[in-house]
């Protein structure tokens, strides 16, 4: 039996877009760079070019994500649900999955919004067998600013654990 395109869960791991390093503020309140502004909405032009416009958006609070979010938003042809969380700035990869795994039943596609070496490294532990092998090979030494990683499982969210997902691709800014 083949499962449907309904029955997919698609899981997108962006990092955020490149950042300002300023001095005397808070690695929390770093803004993006001017590349950065300009990244951020072609990754939103790339999501939406691959028919994969998010259902919900779990977006760190820092504001480099949320600038990254906000800008990407301006591409996409949907207004999805998002929730700005501490816990994606400080998530490891077991933190990351337990957010993956409360997302809603419904849900089919799922967008975060993070950081390194988080997104990468979960990635990498998602990914199953199946997964495109250069692409894992270049996810486990990690990504940069304004890539992001697709994933696809038929399993339900509340089942992704390591190696339940397909990474299919990382796609790197322009």
């Known amino acids: 039996m083949t499962d449907s395109p309904q029955d997919l869960r698609r899981l997108l791991l962006l990092r955020h877009a490149k950042a300002e390093h300023p001095e005397r503020i808070s690695d929390h309140q770093r803004p993006l760079s001017l590349v950065g502004r300009r990244q951020s909405p072609r990754v939103g032009a790339a999501i939406t070019a691959a028919g994969l416009v998010p259902d919900l958006v779990l977006c760190s ?6 600038q990254t979010w906000e800008l990407a938003r301006t591409t996409l042809d949907a207004d999805p649900r998002v929730e700005f969380l501490d816990e994606v700035y400080d998530a490891g990869v077991r933190s990351m999955l337990d957010l993956v795994q409360a997302v809603p039943a419904e849900v089919r596609t799922v967008l975060v ?22 692409t894992l090979a270049r996810v486990r030494v990690g990504v940069p600013t304004a890539s992001w990683s697709w994933l696809e499982s038929d399993a339900p969210w509340s089942e992704m654990v390591p190696g339940s997902a397909t990474l299919l691709r990382l796609t790197l800014p322009e």
């Open 61 to 66: 609070s820092s504001l480099r994500t949320r």
């Open 113 to 134: 919004v993070g950081h390194e070496p988080t997104m990468s490294q979960t990635a990498g532990a998602l990914a199953s067998p199946e997964s495109d092998a250069t």
